[in-house]
């Protein structure tokens, strides 16, 4: 069993208490140590309704809480083995791709660039996110005027946040810190003192 195989049981009890799940988990070498990252969300309802809001993004807070669990919960597992280890705990930066329904519903209200399977790309705004579909609200161009387009998750063959410096408002959602990963990394030295880095 590969590291990233043993390190998922360990963690995802206690991400799943914080109300998180792993998006990804990556060990690469680094000198004598290894850099442990993992990306993390915030887990949606599972009642299968469509979302049309904003989801909040993660605090540093609870990244930092997040980074606390997954350490100890590696330490407690010995799932990381003899070698010394650096971990981050990060959520999704918006240079991630969209691939699953649940991204696409964390991004209502973001301007997306979709890649079409059988018609040319567009970008627009995430208006709302379901199971198996989304709508879009396209601008309106000198060729055409502003729409809204319903597309099934199958025929996006690849979908792209767009950074925007200016956005519409929406609510109390700090835009700054969706356009930027929150991180917390730990410093896991060869005593079992534990250093914290921010």
Known sequence: MSVKEQIRPAVEGPLGALGLLIEDIAVTPAGRRRLVRIWIDRRL?????????PTPPLT?????????????ALDDTGAMGEQPYTLEVTS?????HLTEPRHFRRNVSRLVTLTRTEAEPLTG???????HTLTVQV???????????????????KAVVQVEF??????ERDTDSMDEPD???V?????????EES
């Open 45 to 53: 309802d599972d009642s299968g309704a469509d979302s049309v809001t």
């Open 125 to 131: 705004r995430i208006v709302r996110a379901g199971a």
């Open 166 to 171: 200016s956005r519409p408002a929406d609510g």
């Open 187 to 195: 410093d896991e030295p060869d005593t079992d003192d534990l250093d």
């Open 183 to 185: 991180t917390d990394s």
């Open 139 to 157: 601008p309106a161009t000198r060729k055409q005027p502003a729409s809204m387009v319903d597309l099934p998750y199958a025929d996006v063959s």
């Open 60 to 72: 540093l807070d609870e990244v930092a809480d997040a980074t606390r669990a997954v350490s100890d």
């Open 92 to 96: 999704p930066g918006v240079d991630r």
